[in-house]
């Protein structure tokens, strides 16, 4: 440990092995009964802002391509039933003239580049650079990332919408979402500091790394303008591997506390700043999480923190707080699993 008193994080070379997520229901709260919606909430599926003949021709060819193959493609779902048809094409021709959101435009940008990993393989996606990096949990399915998302939620690290970076895959192998992960900068409790709350000099120092997270500096990323984009927190996020090869995550540790829990794969979690030599250990990271449920239409909306539908009999990701308190920060941001 006394390697680590003038640590330097080298963000590039951190490697995340696990993350989670969840959003789960008020217990005993009655939510209403909902329907997914469809990606698009006016059919501009050229996404030029207008919707003409060729937006119908293309959701035409779209329907045609995915039925060949024998696929759903929950983006031509226009009446989000479930079915590629023509009731699909007859509620869209009713849109013709219609002018389109910001929003769609960048859900038809977003399909356009990342579209080609819906329906494919699994095998095909671990050869794009994806691996798993979690078991599967309930409403999430397990969570996939390449080494840009990894990067991106290695401490500096920022996401980039228009990079593919994590993807939900459900216990089918489908992808059913992408998710991005951005870090953030984690506060503790000061009591010499404005607010009670401070970095304690985090990265550098030791002052903070026996102390819990109680909130994050500054705001989520933020990708489109739809008022429902809604980003997520995971805070002292302590990923290691068990005896018995079984990722694990423990959530809302120390980074001490982190770092005493077995691991038979440790991680460069920072490098000598004298030797240049990297420092091995358990991974402990805080982030910004934020998803979109574009393969598989969630009735909680495209930017829910779960879906429902995906997994629903797999661990719940309670299990990763192991009892800890959880701060009223993320409790309010979703972070309360
Ligand atoms: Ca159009
Ligand atoms: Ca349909």
Redesign the pocket.
């Known amino acids: 440990m006394k390697k680590l008193l003038s640590m330097v994080i080298a963000s590039s070379t951190l490697l995340l092995t696990q993350t989670a997520t969840a959003n789960e229901t008020m217990p005993g709260m009655e939510m209403p009964h909902m329907e997914p919606h469809a990606i698009l909430s006016v059919a501009d599926y050229t996404g030029d802002g207008k919707v003409n003949r060729r937006d119908i021709a293309k959701l035409v060819r779209g329907h045609i391509k995915a039925r060949a193959h024998g696929n759903y493609v929950a983006f031509y779902?226009?009446?989000?039933?479930?079915?590629?048809?023509r009731?699909?094409i007859a509620l869209a021709a009713k849109d013709l003239g219609k002018t389109s959101t910001s929003v769609d435009q960048q859900m038809v940008s977003w399909y356009n580049k990342f579209g080609y990993v819906e329906n494919m393989a699994i095998e095909d996606i671990q050869d794009n650079g994806f691996n798993p990096v979690i078991i599967p949990l309930a409403g999430h399915g397990a969570h996939w990332m390449n080494q840009e998302g990894i990067a991106a939620v290695s401490p500096g690290g920022i996401s980039d919408k228009n990079s593919l970076q994590g993807l939900n895959i459900d216990l089918n192998g489908k992808a059913v979402g992408i998710f991005w992960g951005e870090s953030a900068v984690p506060l503790f409790a000061d009591a010499s500091a404005e607010g009670g709350l401070s970095t304690l000099d985090w990265p550098y120092g030791t002052a903070w790394m026996n102390e819990r997270v109680q909130a994050f500096y500054g705001h989520s990323p933020k990708f489109t303008d739809s008022v429902d984009e809604v980003w997520h927190t995971h805070a002292g996020l302590c990923a290691v591997t068990e005896a018995d090869g079984t990722p694990a995550l423990h959530q809302h540790t120390t980074f001490l506390e982190c770092q005493q829990y077995e691991n038979i794969a440790p991680d460069p979690i920072a490098v000598n700043p004298e030797t240049g030599e990297p420092i091995m250990g358990n991974l402990w990271v805080n982030m910004w999480m934020g998803h979109l449920w574009m393969f598989n239409l969630n009735p909680e909306g495209i930017f829910a923190g779960t879906h429902p539908h995906v997994d629903p009999d797999a661990i719940p990701e309670s299990s990763i707080n192991d009892g800890r308190e959880v701060p009223m920060f993320f409790m309010m941001n979703h972070g309360e699993h």
């Open positions: 779902d226009y009446n989000a039933d479930g079915v590629l048809n009731h699909d």
